[in-house]
């Protein structure tokens, strides 16, 4: 006889998916009729779902059925297909680990991810890993851009204990999604804050200054300060999916704030008169290289969207 009951993803393999429930974690597999229905993503189920899961008397457990996702952080699947691949759903807010140098992150991949945690509503803070490594002048060139935007900006240090504090108390009691590029110090940085968790850790290659992956598969993991943490595998590129053009604007908060005071209600802020937001870039109000990100995005038509 069949057994049904429910529990939320914490790790998803592929093929496998460990789900908590009120008696324990269980693995189950995905019912084959969940990949039949057309959804057009590297995986029907992922980290942090709420799902159904029915057993038989041989104790073998699926998945039957996924719960309505109350948001989620997408990126357009690697391999650059029409597929999407969700990262992880029905999080608190995001953290995204990003730095300066030992590796470099890249500020378009920043803005790729914020966008996308705006037309998702997922909250997102930016942590500057890595904070005793780089440049003082252009950590501060960094958090003036981000905190003018209108984001939180964290340094932070696992070496010398910066800022650790401060994201412990941000993950305190919410389930939150951390990620970045390989090598940028997200496992280091949560079995910082709880030494109980085994989590794999690396190093950056020496030859090409990026990180080795060490994180395999999205895991959710308990604090033991309350909450729980996803940690991802290292992201090299964050495709976006599912944003049109005309509507990209409206994920850049600082744009949002002074787009409205253009001429033209249907202004892209590329080239018509009375624009109020390249207005405000020529004024430094809106930092060009956000503004250049956005040029991008919008350029990348047939590379990033559908």
């Known amino acids: 006889m069949e057994r049904t009951f429910t529990g939320t993803v914490v790790r998803a393999t592929g093929s496998w998916f460990e789900v908590l429930t009120l008696d324990g974690t269980v693995r189950c597999r995905i019912r084959g009729r969940l990949r039949l229905r057309g959804v057009r993503s590297t995986s029907p189920v992922v980290v942090g779902d709420r799902v159904t899961c029915e057993s038989d008397a041989a104790g073998d457990h699926v998945i039957a059925g996924v719960e309505p996702r109350r948001n989620y952080v997408i990126r357009r699947a690697s391999n650059l297909s029409k597929e999407s691949h969700i990262i992880a759903a029905n999080v608190d807010q995001a953290l995204l680990l990003a730095t300066l140098r030992q590796p470099e992150t890249a500020p378009e991949f920043v803005d790729r991810f914020l966008v996308t945690c705006e037309a998702y509503k997922v909250p997102a803070v930016i942590l500057l890993s890595k904070a005793d490594l780089q440049e003082p002048a252009a950590l501060a060139e960094f958090r003036a851009v981000y905190e003018s935007a209108g984001y939180r900006v964290v340094e932070v240090s696992t070496a010398t204990g910066e800022g650790v504090a401060e994201v412990e108390e941000l993950l305190r009691g919410r389930t939150t999604l951390v990620s970045g590029n390989s090598g940028v110090g997200k496992s280091t940085l949560i079995r ?81 008169p009375g624009c109020a937001v390249t207005e405000a870039v020529a004024r430094g109000e809106i930092a060009p290289m956000r503004y250049e990100s956005y040029l991008k995005m919008l350029d990348d038509d047939d590379k990033y969207r559908k």
């Open 192 to 272: 910082t804050i709880d030494p109980t968790l085994d989590i794999r850790t690396g190093e950056i290659s020496e030859s090409h200054g990026k990180g080795r992956h060490t994180t395999t598969f999205s895991t959710m993991y308990p604090l033991s300060g309350g909450g729980a943490v996803i940690d991802t595998p290292g992201i090299k590129g964050f495709g976006l999916i599912d944003i049109e053009g005309g509507e990209l604007w409206h994920y850049f908060p600082e744009m949002m704030r002074i787009g409205r005071d253009c001429r033209f209600y249907n202004c892209t802020h590329t080239h018509e």
